[in-house]
């Protein structure tokens, strides 16, 4: 089947915040005989395929799980490399990017990474801050548990210095509280590798979002797959604790 032209005739019916979780990496590299790296750097031309084909679909957010909190346990050597890799990408990627009217953002704790890295974070932000195409949202060194935590103890802060009461707190003063206040929760949640786990991943914000899981390792994860994801997304019926019944009324 012909995915990509399936998506062109559905358009309206296409998610406007994707969020990944790009995982298998390294078994990748493992089944070519190569070592975990080789992978990463591979998974790189998924991610900048993907970008691309999300801009020219119209897609408004795309959120990839970039490096999590609990990724800094990893092997030193490869947590280097990744820091490296991403100072490479970011430099090497951005002036296209901004030409392409992609806007950058980060959610997690940038103040984890490395001072270069995080530097250039922090200029592809400002570079690219005033883009009204595809939001790109990295999450770096993230962790949603930590996020819900810190979103709490700030909540009760303004309760305890009389800013709020308790009862002012609501779904909505929560989630203007999270990293993700400028962001749309996702309609649609893909996971590559075939793993059926959300990995500490948007936890809040996931709440009611379509997930869809493939076999691909994260670096065969290129343009036709997506289009494949979001075609199985514009099947389903998102009823939000509805019914079919009160969806057809509205």
Known sequence: MDYEKQCKLIQDKLPKHIAIIMDGNGRWAKKQGKARIFGHKEGINSVREI??????FGIKFLTLYTFSQENWKRPELEVSF???????TIKKEVKDLNKN??????????????????????????????????????ALSYSSRTEILLTTKKIAQKVVSGEITAEQINEKLF??????????????????SGELRLSNFLLWQLAYTEIYVTEAF????????????MLSYSTRERRFGLVSEQLSSK
């Not at 994260?218 to 994801?229: G, H, I, T, V």
């Open 82 to 88: 990744l820091m490296s890799l991403l100072l490479t």
């Open 218 to 229: 994260w670096p065969d994860f290129r343009r036709n797959e997506l289009c494949k994801a």
């Open 51 to 56: 970008v691309k084909t999300c801009g020219e």
């Open 101 to 138: 009217n992609v806007r950058v953002l980060t959610i997690g704790n940038l103040q984890d990474l490395p001072e270069k890295a995080r530097k250039g974070m922090e200029d592809a932000i400002k570079l690219t801050a005033k883009n009204t195409g595809l939001t790109l949202v990295l």
């Open 175 to 192: 989630s203007d509280s999270l990293y993700t206040k400028e962001i749309p929760d996702p309609d649609l949640l893909i996971r590559t």
